[in-house]
């Protein structure tokens, strides 16, 4: 059906969409650009001027760049790989029979609806605090200290807690692909005498692989600019524990107010994401087609 | 892939999945009951389950301190308006991309994600800059769009994928009986793809509710949505576990109950062509 | 359209437009604590004195909402009509022009009632930039019942050997209840907050006379040491991530025999929610016999920015918000212990807020803490607990990351000290303070 006509109409209609996420994308990005290489400090308007290579210089030589970029890979590593690994073991548990199955969805799905601030919040304050929160009175109620999850265990306290905010989205996209799967497949497999790990690693897995590259992908995207849970519970510490390159950044526009060395961790940021895109594409890209 | 299965295994099964969800939901659960107590029930040792002294306090209290309504219509604005500009920018690029496919097409979706990758505080000032220069700041007007084109490329994966599903002849075989492109798109390719546009529209109604850090810096009063709600019961002076859950409660509670009537068409919007 | 409608629509419509005309709509920025809570709570005072003027409140947690005015301010934004700022940025933003003087504040808003010290820090060149709503420094809280099972008694003025002494015998841990409280949090108005006042104590300082950091002397090293062993042999666990709003959460379940923290916490210690309302003693905070005390000095203050509108309908609302009339007007509607403390002389010689128990303490507080002298040995700069200086938040915020991660056990003190020292000598050679 592509004529020629069509053909030009299609562009015509991408256009609005490629044209608006131009701008959007390459003002603030020409802008960082320029503010990455200016001193530029909110509160000290009136030293400005050119400095070259000084605030990138500054990000890379900074004590806790590598932790940070290391941070930023483990938070994104961690909660896909439980977000992926959970997720399929509760679609493939929620897509039996059982009753009341509409309202088991929705209380799985209930952690997707919840503010990331308030998630974050809640998991500080009702669970994870060392004195009042649920986690201390439970392990007292065993007679043992209470684990100090944000202060001893930073890092994996923030992944728990992304990838509970993370695992119904993980679960929904699995759950749905699971769902088209036909039964027969499985019922005559199941005929053939195949054990259920044989089921599940040949019919069902290989089923789920685009499923699987949707979630890594999307994922992905959202993981690489989380700081938000991190300023709620951590702060990024103690120390530089748990800082990871957004929340570095953060901290330089926000807390220094040092819009210039900001703006190069952004564009290093970007340059990171990149890299880990590359990656993904090369190691997933062929699952997207279809 | 549902089968039928033997009455003990499905009583198993049955529990095993009741735990693991509610398990999964506890800790939105665990801030509701906390919401109903008082603050000095609420840090309680050992913690109480079914408090001795329930109480609306909380409620009245944080609904006395702020003007809720005003938020809350400003997240519904903002949240619904952005969706329902994005499905209209996104309607006519996705269908492009799904009928007549070219070399770059897949790039080009690439691409559109990719403009997601710059971390949000990097572009805070110059976006500020941006905002206020153009008097688009703490206007609706302004976060509309801003969520908007955070969310375009989301949109147009998602409507992509469903329109992929849709067989190309169907549309052809219109365009025999002579209707014109804008009638292809609006009166055979949009009803049929109905379902899918209606996930979308409700994922990214979502995805935009809970935005919350742009909808706190690029606005003061008229435009401040629920995340601002939030920001202003974190955090005080004082006991705070219960009003915090009170406010929290009733920040996502909309949302929610959005979200519980509308699962089926959920459990469809989040596939992203996972379904073939 | 009939004519009485038309008539009825064109009255309705100059009815709108004269009370546009007459109503000035001013927005206020303010943090979300107990004080400017209330304040909201009585603005039917305002409307009924100003019926000109309508307020539309920002509230936010003081973070974002630093984040937000600082931002504004700073690109001329314009948004806000009325800011609530602190100690530390009222010089600073002083001194760049940002703000609007108070000078020529009506003559019943009486200037001179207010705290010396206070308005001291409030002042840039003669010029009064904003208006104090209320004032703090901080000062010991501790349980009265446990120290007499202790067989202790706190001194009015008790030095650090007092505070360690009393700690040991209050802490016992199989019951949850630690000896001491502290801020452990990292952030410039958190930890450091609290170290920097107690470093004055110490006789150390951040900068000499040059702006050289001061982190590799040996006073430095005393105060961070005896904090950590205060911290680590009485103190809570997990003191890492605590605040102001932790240890207090801890000290009104009854978990704390000390809190050394601010003055304004002293009312709700022994507020509704505490379960010790009525165990709870006050000191001064604590020295070292080296002259001066462990305390700091800070006040939420009200000031207009330049980049206002309306400065004129500003100007009326600071001064209803922060006169004596205020005050007043809070004592008979939420008793006195409520009234905002610390800015007004008058308030402390009144003999209906003497009655408040923690009255005196908060104003020996507040009256022994300089901010143009903070410390033992000179300085080149302004602030107790803080160095008014631009560069102070990033700085603040990296030593007590450091200081954090000592008390987390992740460095020793003797390593966090040479990593703030580095980092800070870094950052004053990048912003020019030394060569």
Known sequence: MSTQSTRLAARLMVAPSVILLFIWMIVPLAMTLYFSFRLYRLLSPERTGWVGFNNYIWFLNSPDFWLAIWNTLALVGGVLVITVVLGTLVALLIDQPVKGQGVLRILVIAPFFVMPPVAASIWENLFMHPQNGLFAAISRGFGAQPILFLEQHPMPSVIAIVAWEWLPFATLILLTALQSLSSEQIEAAEMDGASAFSRFRYIILPHLTRAITAVILIQTIFLLGIFGEIYTTTQGGPGSASTTLPYMIFKQAIVAKDIGRAAAGGIIAVILANIVAVFLMRGLGKNLDA | ?276 | ?435
């Open chain 2, 1 to 276: 892939m549902a089968r039928a299965l033997s009455p003990r295994r499905r009583l198993l099964t049955t529990i095993a999945a009741w735990f693991v969800a509610l398990l999964i939901f506890f800790p939105v659960l665990w801030m509701l009951i906390t919401s109903f107590k008082t603050e000095a029930s609420a840090v309680a040792s050992p913690p109480e389950l079914f408090s001795a002294d329930w109480t609306f306090e909380n409620y009245t209290e944080v609904w006395a301190r702020s003007d809720y309504p005003r938020f809350f219509w400003n997240s519904v604005v903002i949240s619904i308006g952005s969706t329902l500009l994005g499905l209209a920018i996104a309607i006519p690029a996705a269908w492009s991309m799904a009928f007549v496919p070219t070399k770059r097409t897949k790039d080009l979706l690439m691409w559109m994600l990719s403009t997601k990758m710059m971390p949000a505080v990097a572009v805070m000032i110059p976006l500020y800059l941006v905002f206020q220069r153009v008097g688009l700041f703490d206007t609706k007007i302004g976060l509309v769009l801003a969520l908007m084109l955070m969310n375009l490329p989301i949109i147009v994966w998602m409507l992509y994928t469903y329109f992929r599903e849709i067989p190309g002849e169907i549309l052809e075989a219109a365009r025999m009986d002579g209707a014109s492109l804008w009638n292809e798109i609006v009166y055979v390719l949009t009803p049929m793809a109905v379902p899918g546009i209606a996930s979308t529209l409700l994922l990214n109604v979502i995805l935009a509710w809970n935005e919350a850090f742009w909808t706190i810096t690029l606005t003061t009063t008229k435009a401040a949505p629920l995340s601002a709600f939030i920001a202003s019961f974190s955090a005080p002076q004082g006991l705070f576990y219960a009003k915090l859950s009170a406010a929290s409660t009733m920040a996502i509670a909309p949302i929610l109950i959005l979200g519980w009537f509308s699962q089926k068409q959920l459990v469809r919007g989040l596939t992203f062509g996972a379904v073939k």
């Open chain 3, 1 to 435: 359209m009939t004519l009485t409608t038309r008539a009825l629509l064109g009255a309705s419509a100059l009815a709108c437009l004269s009370s546009w005309a007459m109503a000035e709509t001013i927005t206020v920025a303010t943090v979300n604590n107990g004080d400017m809570v209330r304040m909201q709570g009585l603005m039917d005072d305002f409307k009924a004195k100003h019926p000109d003027i309508d307020v539309q409140w920002v509230t936010l947690e003081e973070n974002v909402l630093r984040q937000n005015v600082t931002t504004d301010i700073a690109t001329g934004g314009g948004q806000y009509d009325v800011l609530t700022i602190g100690t530390y940025e009222v010089p600073i933003w002083g001194k760049q022009g940002w703000l609007v003087s108070l000078n020529d504040l009506p003559e019943s808003y009486d200037v001179n009632d207010l705290l010396p010290a206070i308005r001291g820090g409030l002042t840039v060149d003669g010029n009064l930039y904003a208006a104090p709503f209320y004032g703090e420094s901080s000062m010991v809280m501790y349980r009265k019942d446990l120290m007499e099972a202790a067989g202790l008694t706190m001194p009015e003025a008790p030095t650090w050997a007092d505070i360690e002494k009393a700690a040991a015998a209050m802490t016992d841990k199989s019951k949850e209840q630690y000896g001491i409280c502290l801020r452990g949090k990292a952030g410039w108005g958190e930890n450091m907050a609290f170290l920097t006042a107690m470093s004055n104590s110490y006789g150390a300082r951040w900068f000499d006379e040059n702006w050289n950091p001061q982190f590799d002397q040996p006073e430095w090293k005393a105060t961070l040491e005896s904090y950590l062993n205060l911290m680590n042999n009485y103190g809570p666990p997990g003191a890492s991530n605590n605040g102001f709003n932790e240890n207090l959460t801890l000290f009104q379940q009854g978990k704390c025999g000390m809190w050394i923290d601010a003055t304004v916490a002293a009312s709700f210690v022994t507020g509704k929610d505490s379960t010790v309302a009525d165990k709870v003693g006050f000191a001064l905070a604590p020295d070292n016999g080296l002259g001066k005390r462990g305390n700091w000095l800070w006040a939420w203050s009200l000031a207009i920015p330049t980049s206002s509108q309306k400065q004129e309908a500003a100007k009326a609302f600071i001064d209803w918000a922060t006169n004596k009339d205020y005050l007043a007007l809070v004592a008979s509607k939420e008793g006195w212990a409520n009234v905002p403390p610390g800015t007004r002389t008058s308030l402390y010689e009144n003999p209906e807020y003497a009655k408040v128990p923690f009255a005196k303490m908060t104003l020996d507080s507040i009256n022994s803490a300089d901010p143009t002298k903070p410390t033992v040995k000179p300085v080149p700069y302004v602030g107790v607990q803080f160095v008014a200086i631009p560069e102070f938040q990033g700085l603040g915020t990296t030593v007590g990351e450091l200081f954090s991660a000592a008390l987390a056990g992740q460095k020793s003190a003797d390593d966090a000290l040479a990593e703030a020292q580095a980092a800070v000598a870094d950052e004053m050679k990048a912003a020019g303070y030394i060569k």
